[in-house]
């Protein structure tokens, strides 16, 4: 995008001060812009937001009713958003008079999202007036998954779990107790609970979403997640749709825009022409799966054009361990690095990598070039997409880094950081030890570098006995829908011998809590407290999720002790949830749990919600002084502030270069050097390393440095993969037989307005994005006779579905697509719910392993408080289409790679759009060729897993401990 001639309107509301002044002289000049705005020059934009001495009594006239005057009085409270990860500010308009939440409007004061949102954050208030929103704890009535539910009281909730986990626990059934967590969003909370109690019980979502890309950026640095600079970057690439979707889309998305009106150039790799793509200088449509070809294509470039960074190179990465032990016939020189590296993507040429992806081999060299003259200001991510996708996904991120080191942007300004260095961990109060169990059932032997837990495969490993789960909690997390294999997991929960007993904590109704035991109703973005910050840009924050008509009462000065005494119904939380059921299951402190959930202030004494928080706040780096500076004087002092802002800025572009940072002399007292790698030690763990004569922090991984060469690949058996490498995808065209219709399905993109299972209740969001065709070039339309809106039968490894065509050319030819979030089911006999979103549908199973389900009804106007709810016109609620898709584990990073090869045919005349039928036998047998790739632990010493490696709630390392393998 270049410059544009304004227009007469954007002329006359630029001189009349409108709007800023977007088309000055010096608009091209990429230093010194106008618009590089600072966070209070943000603000001012929103200069007509209520400013927060008002927040308490803010008066709005009704416009409906112009020109007679009604006005209404609100109270605002702020909080986040919890309809994606990115925690986005809202506030909540609370009516005076009714004491109910109006509308949410976005924080300005919340340095992640300034101010803004995306159409999800407001449309909470859908969420919370949703007439089929669930209430009340309910308890299932006869057999698991009949539909039959009966209110309860939250004690009988916590008396009968509580008593089920201590017996477990009192029996050393440690890891028969889990809770697996679909949208996190709390820092640390849960690692406090579950290693309060000793287990190692918290198994997550990730290896659906994002641990390939984790393991790809890990492998080099030790961190896992990118955390891009894009506001302040010159050219930016991304493998991902981060205008659109994704974390932490909102954030980076006006980043990415801030950072092209200054002159940055934005190039998008996806064979989905989507909102991202649209909007960026160069499209690379790449055939799925071979986008790390085309990286190292780049690298090659970069590196024989000399455009990369020298000083970065030679002081940032493990270059002399690789030269070492890959070409120990030289010396050990810079230039002979460079030489090997050179030597090493000989084959990468863009012509090879043209071959692979079908991007012109041009267009890779003329970014190649421009990703060199960024230099230190190239910013770029991968999230889900292509490391989520393919076999050997992780080698994208691995791939995408290499440019980041070559240029030497890692963690530079404009380049791309690690996430930890914008992101702020909190210190809580009685901190438990880490547990002294290992749960195979989470990471099994096979996959001793999987990222994270093997969610996917927990019903695969029940089917084969490999354990039992006696109490399971699933939170707003529902993989009968959203997993892969969804029918298998159907199966097992229905199994009271595997799932002892369920308790789905949720705030809407989804496919897994119809065969859950419990459903509690869990809160939304404005009903609960949670700690969020996450690596949005170059700074770091901490912002608090409140329940807004709590924190409206207490201001009110109408108190109350448990937040589901102000929400709707019976709606509560999990932070007061858990601490409650952490006292109960230790009531007496016997078993050394409840010393834990103990207050900091009042000793002996179950901790509240609010000395929780104060705790953590008034820990934070420059909060004392800015609630002191605020009028805040009190024990709560800081905790008041953040009630009364929602958010705060730790600080703003201090974080680049950390590695950088020099240890200091008390560090440094009784350290000794490596002298061979300069890696310096110091009681027995690595603490920095040696630059340039000087003791720095530097990179959490072995070598302290960049590791192009990773020797943590050889000793865990993967030698071919010690450098950054190119691994053909298990849709690979060379795998796929055209003549027989087989098509590579793209299914992991989101529709931007809607989120995995909890828009089904937010009607605005519904009424926006309802179906979800597949999306299919007209070349190949027309090879088979498709019009937008025929039926297409599309067959997977395990079964099909039918869904309707839409002819496009947003989409690459050979390649189909389909989004994820449609497609949302419930059964005759089951509660209604999500009715703006859900059709009906009939589920038969033979017994034998094959499942049907045929939609009943679609979507249908119904009558409801809710005067919208008759106005709906759409029918047609889309296809669920995960649960045709049998597992595929990466044998490495242990993500799921979600492309499919599909079969494409025409339905016969007797099926229907949205039939689907699954074999489960089928789905299990696949499960076991993918595991047949693996190679397990043990690894070096015994050991289960990599000390360096993070895991999700780490277990005890010491030597003997759960870290190892004893027999
Ligand atoms: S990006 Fe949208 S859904 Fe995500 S937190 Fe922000 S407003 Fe909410």
Known sequence: MGYKKPSFIENI?????????????????????????????????????????????????????????????????PTTCFNCESACGLTAFINKETQQVVKLEGNPYHPGSRGRNCAKGPA?????????????????????????????????VLDTISARIRKAIQEGRHNEIAYHVGRPGHEKFMNWILQGWGIDGHNSHTNICSSGARFGYNIWYGYDRPSPDHANAKFILLISAHLESGHYFN??????????MKGAKLATMDPRLSNTASMSDYWLPTYPGTEAAVLLAMAKIILEENLYNRDYLENWTNWQEYLKAKHSDKEVTFENYIAAMIEEYKDFTPEYAESESGVKAETIVEIARLIGEAGERFASHNWRAAGASNLGGWAVARCLHFLSVLTGAVGAKGGTSPNSWNKFSPTQPNPPKPQKVWNELHFPKEYPLAFFEMSQLLPHFLKEGRGKLDMYFSRVFNP??????????????????????????????????????????????????????????????????QPVLREAARRNGNPVEYTYQANPGEVWEEDEFWIELSWRIDPDGSMGIRKHFE?????????????????????????????????????FAELEYMKKYGAFAIEEGESYKM???????????GAEIDDETGVIRKNGKDIGVMVNGKAVVGFPTPSRKN??????????????????TYIKSHIHNDVLDKSKGEYVLVPTFRLPTLIHTRSGNAKWLVEISNRNPIWMHPDDAKKWGFKTGDLVKMNTDIGYFIDKVWVTQSMKPGVVACSHHIGRWRRPQDKIGNRWATNTVKIENDGKGGWKMNTVSGIKPFDSKDKDSKRIFWKDGGVHQNITHAVHPDPISGMHTWHQRVRIEKPGPNEKYGDIFVDTNKSHEIYKEWLAMTRPA?????????????RAFTPDKSPGGPYYIKD
Do not use: C
């Not at 799932?499 to 809160?523: I, K, R, S």
């Not at 200091?664 to 007292?669: A, D, P, V």
């Open 599 to 635: 207050s900091p202030y009042r000793p002996g004494e179950k901790i509240t919600i609010d000395e929780y928080y104060q705790y953590i706040f008034e820990r934070v780096k420059g909060l004392p002084e800015a609630a002191k500076k605020d009028g805040f004087t009190g024990a």
């Open 251 to 260: 954030p980076h998305a006006q980043r990415i825009i801030e950072g092209k």
């Open 938 to 950: 043990p690894g070096p010493d015994g050991l289960r897993r990599p000390l360096w490696f993070k």
């Open 480 to 545: 009968v829908w959203t997993y892969p294999d969804g029918f298998t997991w159907m199966e097992q929960f229905m199994d009271e011998s595997k799932f002892g007993m369920h308790a789905a904590l949720t705030p809407t109704w989804n496919e897994t809590a119809f065969y859950a035991d419990f459903v509690l109703p869990m809160g939304l973005a404005s009903e609960r407290h949670d700690l969020n910050s996450y690596a949005t840009h170059g700074g770091t924050w901490v912002a608090f999720r």
């Open 124 to 156: 909470t208030i859908n969420q919370i007036t949703d007439p089929d929103r669930i209430l009340y704890p309910l308890k299932r009535k006869g057999k698991r998954g009949d539909g039959e539910w009966e209110r309860v009281s939250w004690d009988e």
């Open 13 to 77: 509301a630029e001189k009349i001060g409108i709007i800023p002044n977007l088309h000055k002289e010096e608009y091209q000049k990429f230093d010194g812009d106008m618009r590089h705005f600072t966070d209070e020059e943000v603000a001012q934009l929103y200069e007509n937001f209520p400013p927060p001495s008002k927040w308490d009594n803010w008066v709005e006239y009704n416009p409906k009713v112009w020109p007679r005057k009604e006005k209404t009085t609100y109270q605002i409270v």
């Open 659 to 669: 590695n950088e940072k020099p240890l200091t002399e008390e560090q440094l007292k």
């Open 707 to 724: 590791e192009f060469y990773s020797q943590t690949m050889v000793d865990w058996k993967w030698p071919e993969y010690a450098t950054p």
